[in-house]
């Protein structure tokens, strides 16, 4: 049986992503550091940044909401969420969300967390200071069909 060794990360340390999708990821716990129990990652994002519908077919989604406020369509449902809320998403769930306060900032666990190589795939380093890469969903598209992590089933709702 393999140990594995803890991660501590404080505030600001982590992996920074500048998401294809929008947004900017803070990596807290990866795949490989919880034995690939969970993905744990800080979303950031401004008014305006949607998704498209989608599904992890083989991963439960669980936002925790720090700042602002989003609107969830859950299965068709709409449903906004603000600071201090939290929604668990089950694998297979149709689902998809957009900021509609000036910024927000949640926590993003992936249970397990078999979608990492997704999000590496659909997302480049944000050193500090660096700017923003431009949306591409074709780039989202591509690395969901890639890696399986999510499947796309409609633009964005909203």
């Known amino acids: ?30 795949s490989d550091e919880t034995g690939g129990a969970f993905l ?10 949607v998704t498209p519908v989608h599904i992890h077919p083989a991963s439960d989604e669980t936002f925790y909401l720090l700042d602002g406020e ?45 979608d990492e190589a997704f999000y590496r795939l659909a997302s480049e380093p944000a050193p500090e200071g660096s700017r923003p890469t431009p949306v591409d969903f074709d ?4 690395a969901a069909e890639k890696t399986g992590a999510i499947q796309i089933l409609g633009p964005p709702p909203f």
């Not at 744990?40 to 940044?49: A, D, H, N, S």
């Not at 780039?139 to 591509?142: G, M």
């Open 70 to 114: 989003i609107q969830l369509d859950l299965d068709g449902k709409r449903r906004n969420l603000s600071a201090g809320g939290v929604v668990v998403i089950p694998r297979g769930v149709p689902h998809a969300f957009m900021v509609v306060s000036p910024t927000t900032r949640f926590l993003t666990i992936q249970t397990p967390g078999t």
């Open 40 to 49: 744990l990652f800080e979303f950031t994002g401004e008014q305006g940044k």
């Open 1 to 30: 049986m393999t140990t594995l060794a803890a991660t501590v990360r404080d505030q600001g340390e982590g992996e920074r992503r500048w998401f294809s999708g929008g947004g900017l990821h803070t990596w807290l716990a990866t």
């Open 139 to 142: 780039r989202i598209r591509d």
